[in-house]
Nanobody, 122 residues
Framework: QVQLVESGGGLVQAGGSLRLSCAASGRTFSSYAMGWFRQAPGKEREFVAR????????YYPDSVKGRFTISRENVKNTVYLQMNSLKPEDTAVYYC???????????????WGQGTQVTVSS
């Protein structure tokens, strides 16, 4: 059974940092891309970052580029999202996902975690 389990969310002041983790299990993910998405109340689920397990290639939208960093630790089968210079508009539930296409569309990802709440206070 495939499982993606996120952790590391919480409450932080604007300008602060958080590191999210996503522990993957249940299959081999070496050919997969791992993505982070977020969803704020009343809004669509939004792409945040992507990394390929195979070569570590990353991609970010302009909204988080330079502030967020996605990385992976193969030995632990874990993907991280380091978030710096957080803003109130970063407040959302953050989801980890796995897929074979590695695009920015949530429909391209097959497996999803349960999400972890990130709240940034002003």
């Amino acid at each position: 059974q495939v499982q993606l389990v996120e952790s590391g969310g919480g409450l932080v002041q604007a300008g602060g940092s958080l590191r999210l983790s996503c522990a993957a299990s249940g299959r081999t993910f070496s050919s997969y891309a791992m993505g982070w998405f977020r969803q704020a109340p009343g809004k669509e689920r939004e792409f945040v970052a992507r990394i390929w397990w195979s070569d570590g290639n990353t991609y970010y939208p302009d909204s988080v580029k330079g502030r967020f960093t996605i990385s992976r630790e193969n030995v632990k089968n874990t993907v991280y999202l380091q978030m710096n210079s957080l803003k109130p508009e970063d407040t959302a539930v953050y989801y980890c996902a796995a897929g074979l296409v590695g695009g920015v569309n949530k429909d391209e990802y097959y497996y999803w975690g349960q999400g972890t709440q990130v709240t940034v206070s002003s």
